[in-house]
């Protein structure tokens, strides 16, 4: 099934076209709350502002959601246009890796560790930030 219209963005790896929420396949972008969480997501605005985004659709994930490999009319695939930027990570469990290529070189580590730094884990972030300093 194909889904084709304008997409409302809800964050850097979920969009709605035709009243269907839609899970952008094989990656995962951090969530709005998160760092860089909403950095993804007005990338993904960005990119999809006035275009008519086409939205194939793979399957229902364990959640319920609606995973679809979503294109802009010039043909350039969503999830790998997030993880060019260094704002979305491929995800090989579901991709298979397809994605890997295109990521920004230490984006899982700059994104985990924002990520901890923000939920307390200072201990984490002190360490990699005495490596940096060797």
Same mark, same amino acid.
């Given at each position: 099934m194909?889904?084709?219209?304008?997409?409302?963005?809800?964050?850097g790896d979920?969009? =709605?076209?035709?009243? =269907?929420?839609?899970r952008?396949?094989g990656?995962d972008?951090?969530e709005?709350?998160?760092?860089?969480?909403r950095?993804?997501?007005w990338?993904?605005?960005?990119?999809c502002?006035?275009?008519r985004i086409?939205?194939?659709i793979?399957?229902?994930?364990v959640y319920g959601?609606?995973?679809a490999?979503?294109?802009l009319?010039?043909g350039?695939?969503?999830?790998a246009e997030?993880?060019k930027q260094?704002?979305?990570i491929?995800w090989?469990?579901?991709s298979?890796?397809?994605y890997?290529y295109?990521?920004?070189e230490?984006v899982?580590?700059?994104?985990?560790l924002?990520?901890?730094?923000q939920?307390?884990?200072?201990?984490?972030?002190e360490?990699?930030?005495a490596?940096?300093?060797?």
């Open positions: 194909v889904l084709e219209g304008p997409a409302f963005i809800t964050d979920t969009i =709605t076209v035709r009243k =269907t929420q839609v952008l396949y990656i972008a951090p709005l709350d998160h760092p860089y969480g950095k993804a997501k990338a993904m605005v960005r990119l502002k006035g275009h086409r939205a194939e793979i399957e229902e994930d959601r609606t995973v490999k979503c294109f009319p010039d350039r695939d969503l999830s997030l993880v260094g704002l979305a491929d090989p469990k579901f298979g890796g397809k890997s295109l990521e920004v230490g899982r580590k700059k994104l985990w924002a990520d901890a730094r939920k307390g884990r200072m201990h984490v972030w360490q990699f930030e490596r940096k300093k060797c």
